[in-house]
Nanobody, 121 residues
């Protein structure tokens, strides 16, 4: 597994971004994928996760109603659509592969390099 998260950038509060997580070796199609983030000066925290077939999704409370995780198995890519972004969503966002879509980061085996999301007021 070789993960790459991309799609981050600078956006104004209230705006949207879509992050993508791709596996260049095309091996994570049978695994759960999670998104996590680390804001400046804070611990890494769970954002959302999706099961191998997309049938199960989980979200952190702050992400419910604003973020949507999805996957395209044919493209070997997992997405995180983020709407109504807030300044406090500013963070480096990481994707990770695991067996189940759980909110604990120790449930994930492979981690990609993060992508920076900056939300301005």
């Amino acid at each position: 597994v070789q993960l790459q998260a991309y799609g981050g950038g600078l956006v104004q509060a209230g705006g949207s971004l879509r992050l993508s997580c791709a596996d260049s070796r095309r091996t994570f199609s049978n695994n759960a994928v999670g998104w996590f983030r680390r804001a400046p000066g804070k611990e890494r925290e769970f954002v959302a996760a999706i099961s191998w077939n997309g049938g199960i999704t989980k979200y952190a409370d702050y992400a419910k109603g604003r973020f949507t995780i999805s996957r395209d198995r044919a493209k070997n890519t997992v997405y995180l659509q983020m709407n109504s972004l807030k300044v406090e969503d500013t963070a480096v966002y990481y994707c990770a592969v695991g067996l189940r879509p759980v909110p604990q980061d120790d449930g994930y085996i492979h981690w990609g390099q993060g992508t920076l999301v900056t939300v301005s007021s």
